[in-house]
C-alpha cells in the first residue's frame, strides 16, 4: 500500500524528517506515536502532497506509483484522505455540496461519470446513520461554527464518504471529550476492511484504546526510533516519552 | 512541486469569454457623432412625440454644460463622445407580427446566448424581452401578460401604446441632468423595457431583459421604466453580453423603478457585458444609473446585482425610502479580474418614518484589477426610527489587485440606528490545501469558495439566474489563487 524509503524533509532550511521508512499493507493500522515537535504532523502533510516543504532525500511509492510527482488533489483521487488536526472552515459552503464536487473531481480523475444526485444522497444517509450524525449536519457550511468534536466527526463524515485506501488520521483525537472519542474511533473501526489501511498518528495512548493498531511507531527527532505492538504503546504511555529521551542520549 | 502562488493565480483567473461572437446582421444606424441632429434622427427613427423630443433636446442642451464626474476609484481614457454611433439597429424588412417573421439570424444569435425567444419560455415561467443595439427585437408572452392587465413591453412600443403613462413617469426618479450619464442617456436613450404592473395584481411569471451590445462602435442607451402600482408584485431580470473587440464601447443606462403603496419590486442583475482582454485591451464602459423610489407607504425595492463583466462598471443603484415603512434592498456581488475596474455600492435615501434598508455588498478581486464599494446611506430629518445595515465584504485573490470601500453615512436625526460592517479577506492556504486534499482541484476549489463567499447575495436571485450567476462566478475567477 504505501512505502516510505529514507525520507529526509526540511522547512526553511530546517531538518523535520531525517530519513523516515515505513511500510504499511493493505487491512493493517499503524499508530505513529511521539512527543510533540517530533515531525508528526509533518509527516501527515508531506504523503498528502502539501507543498511547503523541501524533500531532500527518498521516495514514497503508493500502490506502485511515485506520490513525490503527484499534485495534491491526484494523490487525494488515488485513495489517499487526510484527517486534519485543525479543520479549515470554508464559509458558506455547505457539507452537502463539499461532499458533491469532492466526489465528482474524483469520479473525473478516474474517468467516471458525476455520481446521480439520488445514489449521492442516499450515500450521505448512509454514512450519516453508521456515524451517528445528525441530519442537519450536512446542511451547514464546512467547520462553521463547529466545536472541536463536531469538527473532528465531520472529518471522520468525510473519509466515510471518500473511501479512501488510506486514511491518515492527525491527532484526530486531540480536544475530544471521550463520548466523542467514542464516536470517531467506533467510526473508524467499522470503515476498516482487508483491503483499506490506517495512519493514525497521536500523541496519547487514549486513541488506541478504541482503534487497536498492528504496528506502533515512535517517532523521535525526524526518525522511527522505535516499532512493535500495540503493547508498545502501553509501554509508551507507562514509561512517558522520557524513557525514549533517555535511550537515545 | 513548488508552484508560485502567482501562476496558479493566472492559470486559475484567465477563463475565457463565452459570448465574445459577433453576429453579422444589416444594420440601420445613425450617421456617427452626436449632435441635435442625432437626438433628432433617433426622435424621427422611433416616429416619438413632440414632448419627448423636447425631451430629449433639453437633456442634450444640461449634457453640453455638465463634466464627466471624476469622483470614482476608475482610469480611463478620454472617451469621445463623437466616435460613437448613437443608434444601431437590425434592418427591418416590415413590423413584426410574430416569431417567424424575425431574422433567423437574430435568434441564433439569442438561443446562442441561451435565451429562447421561443414561447416555450413558459414553462420556465420567464418572459423575455430581448434589445440588440437600439432596439427591442422581440417581447415574449406580451398575450398573456396583457390578460391580466400587466404591459410589459419594448420602450419604443411604450411610447406609443400607453403614452401618459410614459409622460407621467419617465424622469421623475433620475431626472435627465442627474449626473453627466443619465443626461447623455436622456438624450439618446435608444430602446429598453417598460413594465407597468396594474393594482393588485402580482405577476405570475418572471419578467426578464436581455441586452445585447452587437455592433461595432456603437453605444448602448438604454431607458427602463418599472411602474408597480399599489399593492401589486413584480420579480424583473436583467441580463447583457457583448462581442469581444478591441476598443472600449460606452453603455450608459437609466432604470427608473416606480413602487407605490403596498408595491413590491425586485430587480435582478447578472452583468456580463465582454470584460476585455487579459492585457485590459477592450471592453465595455458600464456606466449605469439605476435608482427606484418607494413612493407609497410600505412599499419595497430591491436591487440584486452580479457584476462580472465591463472593463469599468460605475453603478449604484439606488432606494430613495419616501413612503413611511418603505423597504430599500442592495445585494451585489462585484467580480474584477485582470485590469478590470468596478466602482459600484448602493444609495439609500431614508425620507419617510419607520424605514429600512439593507446593503450587502460582496467584492471579489483577482489579477491586477481594482474593486470599489461606494455608498451612501442617509437619514433625513423625517426619517424617524429608520434603520441601515450595511455589510461590505472583500475577498482578494492574489497580490497584485485592489480593494476599496467609500462608505457615506448622513443622519439627521437621533432615533435612526445605522451600521456599517466590513470586512476585507483572502483565500487561505490552508484551505485550498483542505479542498486540494479531498480531490477538488485548485480552480474548482476557488469556484466553490467564492460561490460560498456570495452565497448570501446569490439566493437572494430568482432560480433561472442563480444557476446561470454560480456558473459565471466560477468562469470568471478561473484559476484565481490568494
Not at chain 2, 427608473?256 to 465582454?274: F, G, H, M
Amino acid at each position: 500500500m504505501l512505502s516510505i524509503k529514507n525520507l529526509r524533509v526540511s522547512i526553511s532550511g530546517k531538518e523535520i524528517l531525517r530519513g523516515i521508512n515505513l511500510e504499511v499493507k493493505p487491512g493493517e493500522v499503524h499508530a505513529i506515536m511521539g512527543p510533540n515537535g517530533t515531525g508528526k504532523s509533518t509527516l501527515a502533510s508531506v504523503i498528502s502532497g502539501r507543498d511547503i516543504y523541501d524533500i531532500t532525500e527518498g521516495e514514497i511509492i503508493f500502490k506502485g506509483k511515485n506520490l513525490l510527482e503527484m499534485s495534491i488533489e491526484d494523490r487525494a483521487s488515488e485513495g489517499i484522505f487526510l484527517g486534519f488536526q485543525y479543520p479549515v472552515e470554508i464559509p458558506g459552503v455547505s457539507i452537502t455540496n463539499f461532499m458533491r464536487t469532492a466526489i465528482n473531481e474524483q469520479r473525473k480523475y478516474h474517468g467516471l461519470d458525476p455520481m446521480p444526485a439520488s445514489e449521492f444522497l442516499a450515500k450521505m444517509e448512509e454514512k450519516k446513520q453508521m456515524l451517528e450524525i445528525q441530519a442537519k449536519l450536512a446542511n451547514r457550511s464546512v467547520n462553521e461554527g463547529f466545536s472541536g468534536g463536531e469538527k473532528k466527526k465531520n472529518e471522520i463524515f468525510q473519509m466515510a464518504m471518500l473511501d479512501p485506501d488510506l486514511a491518515i488520521l492527525d491527532e484526530t483525537d486531540s480536544g475530544l471529550d471521550i463520548d466523542a472519542l467514542k464516536i470517531v474511533a467506533n467510526g473508524v473501526n467499522k470503515l476498516r476492511k482487508p483491503d483499506n489501511s490506517f495512519l493514525v498518528i497521536t500523541h496519547y495512548q487514549r486513541l488506541l484504546d478504541y482503534i487497536v493498531p498492528d504496528i506502533v511507531h515512535v517517532l523521535f527527532d525526524g526518525r522511527i526510533v522505535r516499532s512493535g505492538g500495540k503493547e508498545l504503546a502501553v509501554e509508551l504511555e507507562e514509561k512517558g516519552y522520557e524513557w525514549i529521551k533517555a535511550e537515545m542520549d | 512541486m513548488e508552484k508560485d502562488p502567482n501562476n496558479i493565480l493566472d492559470e486559475v483567473t484567465q477563463g475565457e469569454y463565452k459570448y465574445g461572437f459577433y453576429t453579422d446582421i444589416e444594420m440601420d444606424t445613425a450617421p456617427m457623432g452626436l449632435s441635435e441632429d442625432t437626438v433628432r434622427f433617433i426622435s424621427a427613427k422611433k416616429n416619438e412625440p413632440e414632448w419627448l423630443l423636447q425631451y430629449r433636446l433639453d437633456a442634450y442642451r444640461k449634457w453640453l454644460v455638465m463634466t464627466e464626474p471624476t469622483w470614482a476609484h476608475i482610469h480611463h481614457a478620454p472617451i469621445n463622445y463623437q466616435d460613437i454611433f448613437y443608434y444601431a439597429a437590425p434592418k427591418r424588412k416590415k413590423e413584426l407580427t410574430n416569431l417567424d417573421e424575425v431574422d433567423p439570424e437574430l435568434i441564433e444569435t439569442f438561443n446562442k446566448l441561451g435565451i429562447s425567444l421561443e414561447e416555450q419560455k413558459r414553462l420556465t415561467g420567464v418572459a423575455v424581452d430581448a434589445v440588440i443595439d437600439s432596439v427591442s427585437v422581440k417581447t415574449t408572452f406580451t398575450e398573456t401578460l396583457e390578460k391580466q392587465g400587466i404591459i410589459f413591453c419594448s420602450f419604443s412600443e411604450a411610447v406609443q401604446k400607453v403614452p401618459e403613462l410614459v409622460k407621467q413617469y419617465l424622469g421623475t426618479v433620475v431626472p435627465s441632468d442627474d449626473n453627466y450619464f443619465a443626461a447623455l442617456n436622456s438624450a439618446v436613450f435608444s430602446d429598453g423595457s417598460f413594465c407597468y404592473i396594474p393594482k393588485g395584481v402580482r405577476c405570475p411569471i418572471e419578467l426578464s431583459t436581455y441586452f445585447r451590445i452587437n455592433a461595432a462602435n456603437t453605444g448602448q442607451f438604454e431607458r427602463t421604466l418599472i411602474i408597480g402600482d399599489e399593492g401589486s408584485y413584480v420579480s424583473y431580470m436583467e441580463g447583457c453580453t457583448a462581442p469581444m473587440r478591441d476598443e472600449n464601447q460606452l453603455h450608459a443606462a437609466i432604470v427608473e423603478i416606480i413602487a407605490l403603496k403596498d408595491a413590491q419590486v425586485k430587480y435582478s442583475t447578472v452583468q456580463n457585458w465582454y470584460p476585455g482582454n487579459k492585457k485590459g485591451e477592450g471592453g465595455i464602459y458600464n456606466f449605469v444609473t439605476k435608482r427606484g423610489i418607494c413612493k407609497g407607504n410600505n412599499s419595497k425595492i430591491s436591487w440584486t446585482q452580479v457584476e462580472t463583466g465591463s472593463a469599468i462598471t460605475w453603478k449604484y443603484p439606488s432606494v430613495v425610502l419616501m413612503g413611511d415603512n418603505s423597504v430599500g434592498e442592495f445585494y451585489s456581488v462585484a467580480v474584477t479580474n485582470n485590469f478590470q475596474q468596478a466602482d459600484t455600492g448602493s444609495k439609500m435615501i431614508h425620507l419617510g418614518k419607520n424605514t429600512k434598508s439593507t446593503i450587502i455588498s460582496k467584492g471579489i478581486s483577482a489579477g491586477q484589477s481594482s474593486n470599489s464599494y461606494r455608498g451612501l446611506v442617509k437619514m433625513t430629518k423625517r426619517a424617524e426610527n429608520s434603520r441601515n445595515f450595511s455589510q461590505c465584504d472583500s475577498l482578494l485573490l492574489g497580490d497584485r489587485c485592489g480593494a476599496h470601500t467609500f462608505p457615506y453615512i448622513k443622519t439627521e436625526n437621533k432615533t435612526s440606528i445605522v451600521e456599517h460592517e466590513a470586512t476585507t479577506s483572502k483565500i487561505s492556504d490552508d484551505q485550498l490545501f483542505y479542498c486540494n486534499q479531498r480531490g477538488i482541484s485548485t480552480e474548482s476549489a476557488i469556484g466553490l469558495i467564492v460561490n460560498g463567499y456570495a452565497r448570501e447575495v446569490l439566493k437572494q436571485l430568482p432560480m433561472e439566474f442563480a444557476v446561470e450567476a454560480q456558473k459565471l462566478l466560477s468562469i470568471s475567477l478561473e484559476g484565481s489563487v490568494g
